[in-house]
């Protein structure tokens, strides 16, 4: 599987945070699904982020022929700020925090609070992981060809913890497939990754849901309908 050209769509430079980019998540990984191929990969697992990665890596996981597991990511946030994310916890076995050092130095961190915070998120990663997979344990990626997918990256911040925590898995090959993401977030993971594909590189970006229709809400129940119809979901 080639990474797609990093040329950002015409109608994706400069583009108001407000027009949605896809009608929905589906749509969004069917039309990035179309542009992959199976050949240069040798029995890729796909891995999609919960929620909003979810219906894009089913898409991708069915273009590749490929078996769908999840990679539950959950953003750190900075005090009082919950859209601002400081660094993400991976969870697993043994579960993987990355920080960024330089927003972290931006905000005065109470003591306690990362880990409080971190210890948080993995609960909530814990009981998605209960609704999504329930006991299954998640497949071994040792020596598999990784294709990660999302419903997009701003910061890079989560998708970064994501990549560490696979890379310590040692996998053959870790593919990042996203449908849009900035431009500052390619430059910070594609040196991490073996490949990225992506619809859309925008020079500005807000939140990933402004770039989907506002009907297109996911949550749990929604993500274990779509996981249920999906007969390429490991088991």
């Not at 880990?115 to 071994?140: C, F, S």
């Not at 310590?168 to 073996?194: F, G, Q, T, Y």
């Not at 770039?211 to 993500?223: G, H, I, K, N, R």
């Amino acid at each position: 599987m080639q990474p797609a050209p990093h040329v950002p769509h015409k109608s994706a430079v400069g583009h108001p945070a407000a027009e949605a980019l896809f009608a929905d998540r589906t749509v969004a990984g069917q039309l990035i699904a179309s542009m992959m191929t199976a050949d240069d990969l040798d029995q890729p697992i796909v891995l999609g982020v919960p929620r909003g990665g979810v219906p894009v890596a089913i898409e991708v996981a069915k273009q590749l022929g490929a078996p769908l597991d999840l990679l539950i990511v959950r953003r750190i946030a900075a005090p009082g700020q919950p859209d601002m994310g400081i660094g993400a916890v991976v969870y697993g076995r043994e579960p993987h925090t990355v920080l960024d050092d330089d927003r972290v130095a931006q905000f005065t961190i109470p003591p306690g609070y990362l880990e409080d915070e971190r210890q948080r998120q993995l609960a909530e990663a814990e009981r998605r992981w209960r609704m999504y997979r329930g006991t299954a344990p998640a497949i071994d990626l040792k020596g598999r060809n990784v294709v990660l997918v999302d419903d997009g990256v701003t910061t890079g911040i989560t998708l970064r913890a994501a990549i560490v925590a696979i890379r310590k898995a040692s996998p053959k090959s870790i593919h990042l497939v996203v449908p849009v993401a900035s431009a500052k977030a390619v430059a910070l993971l594609r040196p991490k990754v073996d490949g990225l594909t992506a619809l859309h590189i925008l020079e500005t970006a807000s939140k990933v849901s402004d770039f989907y229709d506002a009907a297109d809400v996911l949550d749990d129940e929604a993500v274990n309908r779509m996981l249920n119809r999906a007969a390429v979901l490991l088991n």
